[in-house]
């Protein structure tokens, strides 16, 4: 019998001139970038407590903390990575994921392929299965005022 698990993330940074802007483990071309602990990948963020939300293990401040001199300005891409050992070691595997990202500027069109590739090779996964879709909120609240960055991710895991 399949085991299926669902799982949704929710991340949020505020964003600020002059820092560098990394979302779905892709640098972009921005003028703004993510404040942050880590290297603020918001997007790689949301799709971790995705996954621990789907077995109940927690949230990425538990496995991560930003209080940890260990994940100061550490690529996302290695807490995805762990977080993927993770589903593993409990016997799972992707099904799919499906991120959302709001972001008023600059636009993310030309790199979605190049963060589905990228977020689909550290989960071992194909790109198929890893969807990453970008809106702005119609320069409405603090995303639309570029203030922050605004991500929800939900996955699928199987057993
Ligand atoms: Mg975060």
Known sequence: MT???TGNGYDVHALAPGLPLFLGGVEIESPVGCVAHSDGDVA???????????LALG??????PDTSDEFKGIDSKILLH?????????????GNADITI????????PY?????????AVMGTSPDRISVKATTTEKLGFV??????????TVLLLK
Do not use: S, W
């Open 44 to 54: 790689i963020h949301a799709l971790c407590d995705a996954l621990l939300g789907a």
């Open 59 to 64: 949230d990425i401040g538990k496995h991560f």
């Open 82 to 94: 762990r977080t993927m050992n993770l589903i593993k070691e409990h016997g799972y595997h992707i």
């Open 112 to 120: 979605i392929m190049q963060m589905r590739q990228t977020l689909a």
């Open 3 to 5: 085991d299926i698990r």
């Open 144 to 153: 639309g005022r570029g203030e922050g960055c605004e991500v929800y991710a």
């Open 102 to 109: 709001a972001m008023q500027r600059p636009k993310l069109a």
